[in-house]
């Protein structure tokens, strides 16, 4: 069963400013009843509708005639009971004022949308990397929920306008919560190599064919995020500094990098498309596809179905369903093979 964590955080709040306000009320209620039997000699029920229609401040007439102890005791009994629903006004007013209601009603939107996901990626972590990967990700159109518990980082989830759960990922029941079940990709990118890691034993338990794809600091993290079911385990440093490396002594290499993976629009793009049973490339020899001459896409690398293997394009080499190709063109000839991929034979 899926939680609702904002929803029951923004609930708990209001029920225990409103537990305190009438713990208050009952409170002052208590101690006018004991004032007035003490001070007064008055009987239980007097001493009650005395207390009420002070705090109450109808204005009717006293039970029975003051005495200066009684009269002090009053005001005292009047000041504290204004102070006490002044009190409750503000806080009550504060959460309509300031817009408390309406983050929750948007909040209840957002999470309306997250349980219509279909095949979408789960971000774990909304860093300098986890919000880099969000902004490529709604780049690209990819549907995706991020999880970050952080006050922060939730402003400014709420500012770009993404979805997202205000949950520790390692937590029970989060994961669920952002539909892991139905998801297709995790990415952890939370700061800590033991947090990605167990988030990482966890995605793996619940969607066992879920692609999982995990940040790392220690490389001696590695082979334990590996074993614990990680597809990819990613350095950003050892990425950064590859990058460097081939900045200063290939930067031709370089830019030709950069101009398949920056963000914005590009002319060039690396992509992967899979072969579909039955389609137009199901069983044809790379030389007999025609893939260049009809799309336009280069293809760059070829990963067999059986095997993790990346393989060279080699002309006989025989494509089948379940084949990855690694290709490289503009978003448009990517689209035609995309098409090729999945359009059965004609007849």
């Given at each position: 069963?899926?939680?609702?964590?904002?929803?029951?955080?923004?609930?708990?709040?209001?029920?225990?400013?409103?537990?305190?306000?009438?713990?208050?009320?009952?409170?002052?209620?208590?101690?006018?009843?004991?004032?007035?039997?003490?001070?007064?000699?008055?009987?239980?029920?007097?001493?009650?509708?005395?207390?009420?229609?002070?705090?109450?401040?109808?204005?009717?007439?006293?039970?029975?005639?003051?005495?200066?102890?009684?009269?002090?005791?009053?005001?005292?009994?009047?000041?504290?009971?204004?102070?006490?629903?002044?009190?409750?006004?503000?806080?009550?007013?504060?959460?309509?004022?300031?817009?408390?209601?309406?983050?929750?009603?948007?909040?209840?939107?957002?999470?309306?949308?997250?349980?219509?996901?279909?095949?979408?990626?789960?971000?774990?972590?909304?860093?300098?990397?986890?919000?880099?990967?969000?902004?490529?990700?709604?780049?690209?159109?990819?549907?995706?929920?991020?999880?970050?518990?952080?006050?922060?980082?939730?402003?400014?989830?709420?500012?770009?306008?993404?979805?997202?759960?205000?949950?520790?990922?390692s937590h029970e029941g989060v994961l669920e919560q952002a539909g892991i079940e139905d998801a297709k990709i995790l990415i952890a990118v939370v700061g800590s190599d033991a947090d990605n890691l167990f988030i990482t034993l966890s995605a793996r338990e619940l969607n066992p064919k879920l692609h999982i794809v995990a940040r790392v600091e220690d490389p001696q993290a590695t082979r334990k995020l590996y074993k614990a079911g990680a597809n990819r385990v990613i350095s950003p440093y050892d990425v950064g500094a590859n990058m460097l490396v081939h900045a200063a002594l290939k930067p031709a290499v370089t830019d030709f990098i950069e101009l398949t993976t920056r963000l914005g629009p590009v002319t060039l793009i690396l992509e992967e498309v899979v072969i579909e049973k039955g389609s137009a490339l199901d069983g044809v020899l790379i030389k007999e596809s025609k893939i260049r001459e009809d799309t336009g896409a280069i293809v760059v690398a070829v990963r067999k179905a059986d095997t993790s293997n990346i393989l060279r394009p080699e002309p006989h080499l025989k494509l089948e369903k379940g084949d990855l190709l690694v290709v490289l063109g503009m978003r448009e000839d990517i689209e035609k093979l995309e098409d090729l991929a999945r359009t059965p034979h004609s007849l």
């Open positions: 069963m899926k939680k609702d964590f904002t929803y029951h955080a923004y609930l708990s709040t209001l029920t225990n400013q409103a537990l305190t306000l009438l713990l208050l009320v009952l409170a002052l209620i208590l101690l006018g009843v004991t004032g007035y039997m003490y001070l007064e000699r008055w009987p239980f029920i007097d001493a009650l509708y005395m207390t009420v229609i002070t705090l109450a401040t109808v204005g009717f007439k006293e039970v029975y005639p003051l005495s200066n102890s009684g009269k002090v005791f009053t005001i005292v009994l009047v000041t504290s009971g204004v102070g006490v629903f002044t009190y409750g006004a503000v806080t009550f007013s504060r959460l309509l004022v300031e817009g408390e209601l309406k983050r929750v009603f948007d909040r209840r939107r957002l999470e309306r949308e997250m349980r219509k996901l279909r095949d979408h990626v789960i971000v774990c972590g909304f860093g300098r990397l986890g919000e880099k990967v969000s902004e490529e990700l709604y780049r690209k159109g990819i549907p995706f929920v991020v999880v970050e518990n952080d006050p922060n980082r939730i402003s400014k989830l709420e500012e770009k306008g993404y979805l997202y759960i205000e949950a520790d990922s």
